[in-house]
């Protein structure tokens, strides 16, 4: 018996919405042309896959045995196509780099991508942009990009991380707050003071290092869903405090930055990512000028090696 991968896929993508409609959508084919498919494959199993009643479906018992080995299969094939994506980039004149949307005006960041692209002009470099550290290491991990600059520090064993440059937190504080005045601020400054942050989820704060410690000092959030992109809008609007990662952060005119008192803030960078792989000579010269441009003579990363 040969079955057709494509109806497996198909097969997949039922089972998972339970509903024709949205599968097709999710497919790009025609509704009808998918209910062929699945029907197909039933009469070449022998089996019922679904129990179709009106505008519901639902997996019979042989169904949903059949789709805990389908989903393997489309796992495996999602698996190959990634690695026929990344062997394909080795072989072409390109890198893919996701960014953090906030790296965007970073020195680090731009350093890099100009110095390659004055000794490289030969290679297209391609930049996708993800709101979220996360996010870009995830693009990384699945091969869907070469590299990832992004915010560290960064702990995951499938990636290698190398740090472009250091980042100074301080706090935009409204030129009217009581605070503004002040040349630092300390552990006690921060207690019961509303800042405006790019989380969407109260829930995920404590997880996110960025900005728990902020709140393990008495700080109270107000999340912006809209992301960091908005956040100091919103802090404009409410008058409240927002942290600042680089001197690059444009803050409202009617704002001050005050830095925090010595060891208060943790340290964070700015990241160079890539997934530990087979590179294409092109991204291995990416990562070496990343490594060369930051160990020269009076650089940051050449101060904190020694």
């Not at 699945?38 to 639902?58: H, K, N």
């Not at 980039?89 to 680090?108: D, M, N, P, Q």
């Not at 990384?140 to 740090?163: L, Q, R």
């Not at 010269?285 to 940051?300: N, Q």
Request: proline share 5%.
């Amino acid at each position: 018996m040969n079955l057709s991968l494509v109806r497996i896929q198909r097969f997949v993508a039922v089972a998972e919405h339970l509903s024709f409609t949205r599968a097709a959508t999710l497919l790009g084919i025609d509704q009808p042309w998918l209910s062929r498919q699945i029907m197909q494959l039933e009469d070449q199993l022998g089996i019922v896959l679904f129990e179709r009643s009106g505008a519901r479906i639902a997996l019979t018992p042989e169904g949903q045995e059949f789709y805990e080995v389908a989903l393997e299969v489309e796992v495996a094939a999602q698996r190959v196509h990634d690695k026929a994506m990344e062997m394909t980039r080795r072989t072409r004149s390109e890198l893919t780099i996701c960014v953090a949307y906030a790296t965007f005006a970073l020195e680090g960041r731009q350093r890099l991508l100009e110095k390659f692209e004055a000794i490289r002009p030969d290679v297209k470099i391609d930049i996708s942009a993800s709101e979220w550290t996360d996010e870009v290491i995830e693009k990384v991990k699945s091969g869907e990009a070469d590299f990832g600059i992004a915010f560290g520090p960064i702990e995951d064993p499938n990636v290698e991380v190398y740090d472009l440059e250091e980042l100074h937190m301080t706090i935009a504080v409204p030129k009217e707050h009581p605070l503004a005045s002040k040349e630092s601020l300390g552990i006690a400054d921060l207690k019961d003071m509303p800042f405006a942050i790019a989380i969407k989820d109260p829930k995920m704060v404590r997880l996110t290092l960025r900005y728990s410690w902020l709140f393990d000092y008495g700080a109270v959030p107000v999340h912006v869903p809209e992301g960091r992109r908005y956040v100091f809008d919103v802090a404009q609007q409410k008058r409240i405090c927002v942290l600042c990662y680089t001197d690059a952060d444009r803050i409202p005119d009617n704002f001050v930055k005050l830095p925090f008192t010595g060891g208060l803030a943790p340290s964070f960078t700015l990241a160079l990512v890539r997934a530990k792989r087979i590179m294409s000579p092109s991204a291995e010269r990416l990562w070496r000028l990343a490594h060369e441009m930051t160990k020269k003579p009076g650089s940051k990363a050449a101060k904190q090696s020694v």
